[in-house]
Structures are given as C-alpha cells and as structure tokens.
C-alpha cells in the first residue's frame, strides 16, 4: 500500500492507493509509521566555521580598507591647503609692492601636437621613449596645478595592467599593481603624480598615455613656432591647464 500525503487548510489529508486504479483520501492528525515522505523539512546544511571565519576576517579587512583609504583622502584634502599658500604669499607681496619667486615645478605634462615630418631621428627617439605616439597624446608642454592631475587621472585615466589598457574605475586595480610601494587608492596616485614623490616613475608608468578628446577650439596656429611668439610649441608653463580644461 502507498501513501502520499498533502496538507490543505491546515489538515492533513492522506492518499491511500490501494489498487492499481483505486485511490482514496481520508483525513489524519499525523502520517502513519514508515511514511516519512513530506513529513521531514528540509535541512539547511550548516556552514563550517573555516568558511565564517574566513568570510568575517574578509568583511573586517574591507571595512579598514575604506577607513583607511578615507583617512588618506583627508589626509591630502588638509594638505591642498599648502598648494594654496603661494597664492596668498604672491598676493602678499604684490601688495608691498614686492615680488615672490616660486619654487621651480617638478612636474610637467607634454602634448604631442604635430607629426613626424622634418623631424629628426633623435626626437623621434624621445617621442619614442615618453611613449607619445599618436598626435594629441597629451610637443608642447607645461605645469599641470593640482585640479588638471586630479581631472585627468580621475576622467581620462587608464592603466596599463598586463599589457592591456583599463579604465581605473576601482581601487582594487592600483591595490594590485602598486600595493607593494604603499599606493592602494586614487588619492595615493594623484599625490604620488603631483608631488613627484620617490615611487613616481612606478606610478607613472601605470597610467596609459593620455589623450586630448578633442581639439583646441580654432585648431593649433603654429606648430612649429615657440608660445611666447604667439605659437603653439615648446613651454606653457602654467597656461597649459588652458590647454587641458579645453581638450
């Protein structure tokens, strides 16, 4: 004889098939002895401790990962204010009717504006060797302020991980690549970059060369002739965040 069993409106009604077309129901306070089918829920297989530990020790480590990354961020926020400082002295001085000199910039980002004719095999070695080989790639160049670094790693920064170009959208990819060297985060590699810090060339040589969007509004004028006559090569100095807020 077999049994098969359902519950509806919260009684139990019992299917007694006692033939090879013959079947009836009756209805029961409990399954009968040996028939467990329906009777057992199911369990839920208990999760080892090794695996909770393991998952717990992840989530905590993540969890100091953001505060630490977080206090960085303020970290260096604070420190913007020292950026600041040359202004204030500047003005200072212009109204004593003196002058102030700063100190000389170390960084300096270099644009690409003009192909290879007429140019010699040296330069094209440098062009080479800087990694600029397309027009635009971001020869004239300058001192980027803090703003156009934070921009362009943040906007149009990529990453040159295992030979292939990635957005730099996650935190984790510079963790991966420049981890060892204490850069975990985009703050890190902002500062690192702006500050030319002791493991700039590491960081640099992550970010994959920028490249201007699109150009200059009215198109360059003289390529070949300096910017203080009126031209487009060689030294902007700190006029190529111009060049940058408008590529």
Known sequence: MEYYSAIKKNKILLFVKDGPRGCHAKEVNSFPAGSTEG?????????PEVLKKKRR????????????????????HRNTGRYTEQIQMARMARKAGNFYVP????????????????VSPKVRKVLQLLRLCQIFNGFTWGYPNLKSVNELIYKRGYGKINRNQIALTDNTLIAQSLGKYGIICMEDLIHEIYTVGKRFKEANNLLWPFRLLSFPRGGMK????HFVESGDARNREDQINRLLLEG
């Open 103 to 118: 100190a000389e910039p170390k960084l300096a980002f270099v644009i690409r504006i003009r192909g290879i004719s007429g």
């Open 222 to 225: 003289k390529k070949t002739t």
């Open 39 to 47: 009777a057992e829920e199911k369990k839920v297989p208990a999760v």
């Open 57 to 76: 020790n992840f989530a905590e480590l993540k969890i100091a990962r953001r505060k630490l990354i977080y206090e960085k961020a303020k970290h260096y």
